[in-house]
Nanobody, 122 residues
């Protein structure tokens, strides 16, 4: 069992930056691939970024590529999402997730946090 808690969300102007963190409980954090998803009002939850167990492999949705950076610190049981050049369309609740396999689908992940709100004003 893994418990995930996101933090770092908030209100920012377009062009600004935020850094999201996701702290995981348990001693098996390094055995999970991690992902970030987001869900805007009235829309489905969508993939944002993923990272392998070791942190060597990362991948991104086209909409955030070049602006967002995912990383992890296995010693701290934490995954991060650095978000730069934010746009109003990035406004959503951001969720982190842990899974056994890498993937862009929500079905690839077994554990989810409760989310943190990111609001980008124009």
């Amino acid at each position: 069992q893994v418990q995930l808690v996101e933090s770092g969300g908030g209100l920012v102007q377009a062009g600004g930056s935020l850094r999201l963190s996701c702290a995981a409980s348990g001693r098996t954090f390094s055995s999970y691939t991690m992902g970030w998803f987001r869900q805007a009002p009235g829309k489905d939850r969508e993939f944002v970024s993923g990272i392998s167990r070791s942190g060597v492999t990362t991948y991104y949705a086209d909409s955030v590529k070049g602006r967002f950076t995912i990383s992890r610190d296995n010693a701290k049981n934490t995954v991060y999402l650095q978000m730069n050049s934010l746009k109003p369309e990035d406004t959503a609740i951001y969720y982190c997730a842990a899974g056994r396999f890498m993937g862009r689908s929500t079905s690839a992940y077994d554990y989810w946090g409760r989310g943190t709100q990111v609001t980008v004003s124009s």
